[in-house]
């Protein structure tokens, strides 16, 4: 028993109901009546003859076409009726059917309901003219009837579809599939359910199953939006994005209003680099956000402004990806994600308070990731304690989870003071607890692998330890073993490819740049290295305007015998970076490495070289990634980029000089290879390429110190460049003495502009020095920002050298500018460094040999006209003698040369290893087969 509703054009026909218990019995049929017309008098256009209904109610539509009839049938009535063809009498006569009529009219509407799921019915329709037949129309229909796990009865179609979205939404895929697939089972071209269940398989990750069922959803209706847009999502997922975008531009043709289509075609945009196509899509989301008229999920939102702020990081838009995440923190206060992403802009910017404030917070959320990089900067900042308790705290956490620990138990390996502490025990100390961290992990017989890159994963370097005046030979040696157990991968450079750096996802499921320099030759040559006509030297540097090292590298590179070398440099540099044409000018190759290590290695690969030159290893964590992988057969290191053994095993020589200490080999992993003279050739001083500033005089300097720090009008200028977490506190000991020696003497160190607690920390240390006058120690930070360090070291009385390292430019160009140098050189190169550099030219006059000389040297330097008069008279007339240095180029060439036949027997004996393995009985014209000790792999 069923009770229907009627409706007619517009009129209901409320309370009319039907009582069916028999079938009806027509007793005519169109073929009977007036069959010579083509086009029936009378048609039921809707449902179609056989259709499954999918809900409980159905509309009748019917046509009579009275323009064809006789006009002596135009006083017609129309009677309709419906009944369930399961109901039949006991005699098989039809029984108790009611029909209703209207008078003539063109067309009819009705609106049927409370149908059941799984009954047929009969719909019949008579044309009736003054009590005559004239035409009949029959359809039959089935409502669909689909079965709901738990519910014991069936249900309609369009029921079903809300059971089944409802558990899709909820993320019960496999329930909702079950629901599509029987609706399928009744209705096998139901386009929503070919969608839907097509999404389900989508979430579960069958991707090209759910292709499969959403192309036949479109084959059904192909002028869907929906249907598109999540094509679309598909196709981008399995990397086809030309047709992915196609699918979502046709979904935003078919409805402009449809945001969806629109967001994930953005993405796409973003994935593949278009960043000023995506850009603006974002942007305008992200205003609509604000104004509260997007009309998307709170989650989709949300996205919007992590892909925004994505983008504006990914294409080194530092300042508007800051704009973009405070907006976001705005609409979502101490929202995690977005302070975490913030940190890590403020950490890579030196911002260590800013990036340390909003990791904290994101941390005492529980989120694991933030913690992690609140212990980086921690141990940035120089919070060595902290760092090492809050990395034992995830190492507790992960464990706890399940999560790998390999590099959480890398990074704390390597904590390591920064500003060194007053007491020099507590660096005895720090040292003792690293080696102890490293041989842990070096004992392990298991150990979790991380083969992602060094440089995401912030893994240590040891470059810290530079400032300690020990000799660093074995805790480097175990850090790089500890690397390379930890992350294989270093030996080869074949990492783990990162994950994108967005955690968007797409909408409508259910709710670092190669930089090519110049490129002359770039393409890897055919011919074979043992019959090229010039050897392959690659350099790799840091290769921009503001480092002295570009310079350095770059004139020697420009001197070296192109007849003799073909010569490359592999340029490490950033996109802010600011290059000087002239850095290219005169030089055979010149590559911009991309970011990663992986691809770097690539490319240095690309070029097939005989040997490779790292100009500052230790100081530049790409170049010290890099090192691990023989990207060359034969690796070097220059003692004068960063004056320190890398531990690196696969670095074979360090290039340094005769000047160093006669125990010197007893310093390094590599094997030194010392030239004669310091190596350094550079055609003219640095000043001027470096030091652009209008207002650097050495004059103009002094009034701006004297301003700045109010100073007195006569006062004595001493001056120490290095970097304050270089400065050892024996260092705060000579400058007490100085300035007690010298009333009217003032010091000036270094500070980093961002890092507020190197400061603090190095001003508390150096005032625990008894009767220290702290109103004369100055730290030039970023007030003086448009001040460089050689305008500096031009405007000072006397350049104090560091103790226990220095970097080689700072008495270079001190020299040049007729500056003393005090020094006082130890047995370590990084200490004898200013020593090379004034014994070249023979200007020993302010070379110490006691902490007490170096205090007088310095003083009288200052202060005894007459003995400055002397220095700097010396320093005028032989520091020339620094620059146009063509025994320097020599003396490189002789390091090449040596190197490069090393390169050919290491490539003939592996040769002859290969022939030997691939045919034991071959001869290796005649000499006997290479054993394992003839080979280095």
Same mark, same amino acid.
């Given at each position: 028993m069923a009770r229907w509703m009627w409706r007619w054009g517009c009129w209901y026909l409320a309370g009319l109901s039907v009582h069916v218990n028999a079938a009806v019995s027509v007793g005519g049929s169109i073929q009977s009546t007036l069959a010579s017309f083509h086009r029936p008098f009378l048609e039921i256009l809707t449902p179609l003859n056989g259709q499954v209904v999918e809900s409980s109610e159905v509309d009748i539509e019917l046509v009579v076409r009275d323009y064809i009839m006789p006009s002596s049938f135009r006083t017609y009535k129309v009677c309709l009726g419906i009944h369930e063809n399961t109901a039949i009498s006991s005699d098989g006569a039809s029984v108790g059917?009611?029909?209703?009529?209207?008078?003539?009219?063109?067309?009819?509407?009705?609106?049927?309901q409370n149908l059941l799921p799984g009954t047929s019915y009969t719909v019949r329709v008579v044309l009736v003219d003054k009590g005559t037949v004239i035409a009949v129309s029959m359809r039959t229909f089935r409502v669909a009837a689909i079965a709901i796990q738990g519910h014991t009865e069936n249900v309609t179609i369009l029921t079903a579809m809300q059971y089944a979205l409802s558990?899709?939404?909820?993320?019960?895929?496999?329930?909702?599939?079950?629901?599509?697939?029987?609706?399928?089972?009744?209705?096998p071209g139901h386009g929503h359910a070919l969608h839907l269940l097509g999404l389900a398989k989508y979430q579960r990750g069958d991707t090209m199953e759910a292709i499969d069922y959403i192309e036949q959803a479109l084959q059904t209706n192909a002028t869907h939006e929906e249907f598109h847009n999540s094509l679309g999502l598909c196709l981008k997922d399995i990397g086809r994005t030309a047709e992915a975008a196609t699918h979502f531009e046709t979904a935003m043709s078919l409805r402009p209003s449809y945001i969806e289509p629109r967001f994930n075609l953005a993405s796409i945009w973003q994935s593949t680099g278009e960043y000023d196509l995506a850009i603006p899509v974002f942007r305008a989301m992200a205003d609509k956000v604000h104004s509260q008229t997007l009309a998307l999920e709170y989650a989709a939102q949300f996205d919007v402004f992590v892909r925004l702020c994505d983008i504006y990081l990914a294409s080194k838009q530092q300042n508007m990806a800051l704009e973009c995440l405070n907006e976001a923190l705005v609409l979502w206060p101490n929202d995690p994600t977005f302070l975490n992403e913030r940190g890590n802009l403020y950490l890579n910017a030196g911002y260590l308070d800013l990036a340390e404030a909003d990791y904290k917070i994101a941390a005492d959320a529980g989120v694991l990731i933030s913690m992690l990089n609140l212990a980086i900067t921690l141990d940035a900042s120089g919070d060595t304690d902290?760092?090492?308790?809050?990395?034992?705290?995830?190492?507790?956490?992960?464990?706890?989870?399940?999560?790998?620990?390999?590099?959480?138990?890398?990074?704390?390996?390597?904590?390591?003071?920064?500003?060194?502490?007053?007491?020099?025990?507590?660096?005895?100390?720090?040292?003792?607890?690293?080696?102890?961290?490293?041989?842990?992990?070096?004992?392990?017989?298991?150990?979790?692998?991380?083969?992602?890159?060094?440089?995401?994963?912030?893994?240590?370097?040891?470059?810290?330890?530079?400032?300690?005046?020990?000799?660093?030979?074995?805790?480097?040696?175990?850090?790089?073993?500890?690397?390379?157990?930890?992350?294989?991968?270093?030996?080869?450079?074949?990492?783990?490819?990162?994950?994108?750096?967005?955690?968007?996802?797409?909408?409508?499921?259910?709710?670092?740049?190669?930089?090519?320099?110049?490129?002359?030759?770039?393409?890897?040559?055919?011919v074979l290295p043992e019959l090229r006509r010039r050897p392959r030297i690659g350099f790799v540097s840091e290769f921009y305007q503001t480092q002295p090292i570009s310079h350095c590298m770059h004139d020697l590179v420009e001197r070296l015998n192109?007849?003799?070398?073909?010569?490359?440099?592999?340029?490490?540099?950033?996109?802010?970076?600011?290059?000087?044409?002239?850095?290219?000018?005169?030089?055979?190759?010149?590559?911009?490495?991309?970011?990663?290590?992986?691809?770097?290695?690539?490319?240095?690969?690309?070029?097939?070289?005989?040997?490779?030159?790292?100009?500052?290893?230790?100081?530049?964590?790409?170049?010290?990634?890099?090192?691990?992988?023989?990207?060359?057969?034969?690796?070097?290191?220059?003692?004068?980029?960063?004056?320190?053994?890398?531990?690196?095993?696969?670095?074979?020589?360090?290039?340094?000089?005769?000047?160093?200490?006669?125990?010197?080999? +007893?310093?390094?992993?590599?094997?030194?290879?010392? /030239? =004669?003279?310091?190596? #350094?050739?550079?055609?003219?001083? $640095? %000043? @001027?390429?470096?030091?652009?500033?209008?207002?650097?005089?050495?004059?103009?300097?002094?009034?701006?110190?004297?301003?700045?720090?109010?100073?007195?009008?006569?006062?004595?200028?001493?001056?120490?460049?290095?970097?304050?977490?270089?400065?050892?506190? +024996?260092?705060?000991?000579?400058?007490?003495?100085? /300035? =007690?020696?010298?009333? #009217?003497?003032?010091?000036?160190? $270094? %500070? @980093?502009?961002?890092n507020s607690k190197w400061k603090h920390a190095f001003t508390e240390r150096i005032k625990l020095q008894p009767g220290l006058p702290a109103h004369r120690i100055h730290l030039i930070i970023d007030a003086?920002?448009?001040?460089?360090?050689?305008?500096?070291?031009?405007?000072?009385?006397?350049?104090?050298?560091? /103790?226990?390292?220095?970097?080689?430019?700072?008495?270079?160009?001190?020299?040049?500018?007729?500056?003393?140098?005090?020094?006082?050189?130890?047995?370590?190169?990084?200490?004898?460094?200013?020593?090379?550099?004034?014994?070249?030219?023979?200007?020993?006059?302010?070379?110490?040999?006691?902490?007490?000389?170096?205090?007088?040297?310095?003083?009288?330097?200052?202060?005894?006209?007459?003995?400055?008069?002397?220095?700097?008279?010396?320093?005028?007339?032989?520091?020339?003698?620094?620059?146009?240095?063509?025994?320097?180029?020599?003396?490189?060439?002789?390091?090449?040369?040596?190197?490069?036949?090393?390169?050919?027997?290491?490539?003939?004996?592996?040769?002859?290893?290969?022939?030997?393995?691939?045919?034991?009985?071959?001869?290796?014209?005649?000499?006997?087969?290479?054993?394992?000790?003839?080979?280095?792999?």
């Open positions: 059917v009611v029909e209703f009529c209207f008078d003539q009219t063109s067309s009819k509407q009705f609106h049927v558990y899709q939404n909820n993320l019960d895929t496999d329930s909702a599939m079950r629901i599509y697939e029987s609706i399928l089972a009744e209705a902290e760092s090492i308790n809050l990395y034992s705290k995830i190492l507790a956490v992960s464990e706890a989870r399940g999560l790998p620990t390999g590099r959480v138990l890398i990074m704390r390996a390597g904590v390591m003071p920064r500003v060194l502490p007053a007491e020099g025990q507590l660096v005895d100390l720090a040292r003792q607890a690293m080696r102890r961290r490293l041989d842990s992990m070096l004992a392990q017989d298991n150990v979790t692998v991380d083969s992602r890159d060094p440089i995401l994963n912030a893994y240590p370097t040891g470059n810290y330890l530079v400032s300690h005046p020990y000799n660093n030979k074995q805790l480097k040696r175990s850090l790089a073993q500890m690397l390379q157990m930890y992350c294989p991968a270093l030996k080869t450079a074949a990492f783990i490819p990162p994950p994108s750096p967005s955690i968007a996802t797409d909408l409508g499921a259910v709710s670092s740049t190669h930089l090519e320099l110049t490129s002359m030759n770039s393409l890897q040559s055919d192109r007849s003799q070398f073909e010569l490359f440099v592999f340029a490490v540099s950033t996109p802010q970076s600011a290059k000087l044409p002239a850095l290219t000018d005169g030089v055979e190759h010149v590559i911009g490495l991309p970011e990663g290590v992986g691809p770097s290695a690539d490319e240095i690969r690309r070029h097939d070289l005989d040997v490779l030159v790292y100009a500052d290893v230790g100081s530049d964590k790409l170049s010290f990634f890099l090192s691990f992988a023989n990207l060359a057969p034969i690796q070097a290191a220059w003692g004068l980029g960063h004056p320190e053994t890398t531990g690196v095993p696969a670095i074979d020589y360090m290039v340094t000089s005769e000047y160093e200490h006669l125990s010197f080999h +007893d310093h390094y992993t590599e094997t030194p290879f010392p /030239l =004669k003279g310091m190596g #350094i050739y550079l055609k003219e001083p $640095l %000043t @001027p390429h470096i030091s652009t500033y209008a207002n650097s005089s050495p004059d103009d300097v002094r009034a701006t110190l004297t301003q700045a720090f109010h100073l007195p009008s006569e006062y004595r200028f001493y001056f120490v460049p290095e970097p304050l977490v270089n400065v050892h506190p +024996d260092m705060d000991s000579i400058v007490r003495r100085i /300035l =007690k020696r010298d009333p #009217i003497g003032h010091v000036f160190f $270094l %500070t @980093p502009p961002k003086l920002d448009d001040i460089s360090t050689f305008a500096l070291l031009r405007a000072c009385d006397v350049h104090l050298a560091n /103790l226990y390292t220095n970097k080689f430019y700072h008495t270079l160009e001190a020299s040049a500018a007729g500056v003393p140098t005090i020094t006082l050189p130890g047995e370590l190169w990084r200490s004898r460094i200013p020593l090379g550099l004034l014994k070249h030219i023979n200007v020993l006059d302010t070379v110490a040999t006691t902490p007490a000389e170096y205090v007088q040297l310095a003083v009288r330097a200052a202060s005894d006209r007459s003995f400055r008069h002397q220095v700097v008279g010396k320093l005028q007339k032989y520091a020339p003698k620094l620059y146009g240095d063509d025994e320097a180029v020599h003396e490189w060439a002789r390091f090449l040369q040596f190197a490069v036949d090393k390169s050919r027997r290491k490539r003939k004996t592996h040769a002859n290893l290969r022939a030997l393995q691939d045919n034991p009985t071959h001869s290796t014209n005649g000499l006997a087969p290479p054993t394992a000790k003839d080979v280095t792999l």
